[in-house]
């Protein structure tokens, strides 16, 4: 079936350093791909997506490439803040439907 | 422009009882999803409503959750009787319809339900 795997968490950085989080799918056909991040106490808010093999979504300093002959779409950012600390979700879209399936999610922490 | 809402935001019970979500998706929005979201895992699509119609019902156990939505606006979500195992947030989401579009999807802040 369709699925998402992320990069195990937590993982921790010190400000300014440079971040990737890791993200494979398997899917049928050409899904979309997202991220959505939580920040403590908030809901899920989508950060970025593409829609198809070798877009690039970009978002507040993030960015991450559908990379079909890899199946993935890793998240990249050169430079963190602490603000950036939160949860990040990978997901895929199936083309022809409209339902999210998630990876489980990558905790992240910023020390100052 | 007002986001989703979901109440109640907290929700303890014990096992066998009954507990009931509301959610009203941002105007306009003819998709609504409910996710459940246990700890350490991400979000699971339990059903999708396109206006009052059900779309995608799949994973709901249907032998204890029922899910309605009224006028094809706002929603509830029911669990009778509770399990252990619902314990979970379970998120509301809407998104527009738009025909050959990739549609953003926007989250409520979810309603943490704790089953003892």
């Known amino acids: 079936g369709d699925s998402v795997t992320q990069m195990e968490g937590p993982v921790t950085l010190s400000e300014e350093a440079f971040l990737t989080i890791n993200c494979t799918y398997t899917a049928t056909g050409y899904p979309s791909l997202f991220w959505y991040v939580q920040y403590p106490g908030e809901g899920l808010q989508l950060l970025l997506k593409?829609?198809?093999?070798?877009d690039k979504g970009s978002n507040k300093g993030f960015e991450a490439t559908y990379r079909k002959e890899t199946t993935s779409f890793h998240l990249e950012k050169g430079s963190v803040q602490v603000s950036d600390s939160a949860v990040y979700f990978c997901?895929?879209?199936?083309?022809?439907?409209?339902?999210?399936?998630f990876g489980q999610g990558t905790r992240l922490t910023i020390n100052p | 422009e007002a986001g989703v809402a979901q109440s109640p935001r907290y929700k303890i019970i014990e096992k066998r009882q009954s507990v009931a979500f509301w959610c009203n998706p941002i105007s306009g929005h003819a998709t609504l999803y409910w996710y459940q979201q246990i700890l350490g895992q991400g979000p699971k699509l339990l059903i999708q409503f396109q206006n009052n119609g059900v779309v995608d019902d799949s994973q709901l156990p249907k032998d204890r959750f029922s899910a309605e939505r009224l006028k094809g606006v706002d929603s509830t979500l029911k669990i009778q009787p509770a399990k252990l195992e619902d314990s979970a947030v379970y998120l509301c989401?809407?998104?527009?319809?738009?025909?050959?579009?990739?549609?953003?999807?926007?989250f409520g802040p979810g309603t943490r339900l704790l089953v003892l």
């Open positions: 997901a895929l879209r199936i083309q022809g439907a409209q339902k999210l399936v």
């Open positions: 593409a829609t198809k093999a070798d």
């Open positions: 989401a809407s998104s527009l319809s738009v025909a050959g579009g990739v549609e953003t999807q926007y």
